[in-house]
């Protein structure tokens, strides 16, 4: 039996149902030109450093497969389609199929991301967190990758500091040097609150798209595809 390549990942998927809906695969073949561009493409992706199959690995006939795989849950196709697909492919069938242009955005976001340089791209997947969303791994990758750039978070907290005279919490309030004395003085993490969507390397970091949160409060702002927002997050504090 051939060896046998990873799992499509839900960025890939992502960026397959984006093409889906731009060239249905009942209308063309594996050989056609978006087929071809979605090929190659996948295989520009950083993560998957080990295929098995390199040959094979999402090649032009795998690719059209996938496509077709999302006809099984197209009301306005006549026909069934493919059958053997997984459920991560029905989830982000669930997630994007009814906001294109959501989807659009996510698409293009993941593709300037995945452009950046071998440097950038690795430090983003090197990020073991258990945070998720459902705009895939690569740009909650790159949105931490941004939220731990050092020298930012450094003039975000000197920027509150001379500001406030104190690093607090903006959803909790929490601070750590009254709880902790000297110990926790400057304990504290950034949270970058650009949507993933709208992530862009070539757009620079302001200390404006950096707050300054508690570690409880900033697991609640990734939490899974409905995180709140910041000020959401404050609601649900306030309400208790």
């Known amino acids: 039996m051939p060896p046998r390549n990873p799992p499509w ?3 890939e998927l992502i960026l397959t149902l984006n093409t889906y809906f731009e060239q249905r695969p009942s209308d063309i073949a594996a050989n056609h030109a978006s087929v071809m561009s979605l090929s190659e493409e996948l295989n520009r992706l950083p993560g998957h450093v080990i295929r098995p199959d390199a040959q094979r690995f999402r090649n032009p006939n795998g690719v059209y497969m996938k496509l077709s795989n999302f006809l099984r849950f197209d009301d306005s196709y006549a026909g069934s389609g493919l059958t053997h697909g ?3 492919e029905e989830e982000v069938w669930r997630d994007f199929a009814t906001d ?3 989807l659009r955005r996510v698409a293009d976001a993941i ?12 430090a983003i997947l090197s990020i073991d967190d258990e945070f998720e969303a459902p705009e895939g791994s690569i740009l909650v990758g790159y949105h931490r990758y941004r939220e731990r750039n050092a020298s930012l978070s450094r003039k975000k907290k000197a920027s509150v500091l001379s500001k406030t005279g104190t690093l607090a919490c903006e959803v909790c309030g929490f601070v750590f040097k009254e709880k902790y004395g000297l110990l926790g003085q400057d304990i504290i993490d950034c949270h970058h609150i650009v949507p993933l969507a709208q992530l862009r390397p070539e757009k620079t970091t302001k200390l404006s798209d950096l707050s300054l949160v508690c570690p409880n409060c900033h697991r609640m702002l990734h939490k899974g595809k409905d ?14």
């Open 9 to 11: 990942s839900r960025d």
């Open 86 to 88: 997984g459920k991560l």
């Open 100 to 102: 294109r242009d959501r």
């Open 111 to 122: 593709r300037a991301v995945s452009a950046e340089p071998v440097e950038a791209t690795g």
């Open 227 to 240: 995180a709140p927002t910041l000020e959401a997050l404050r609601d649900i504090i306030n309400s208790d």
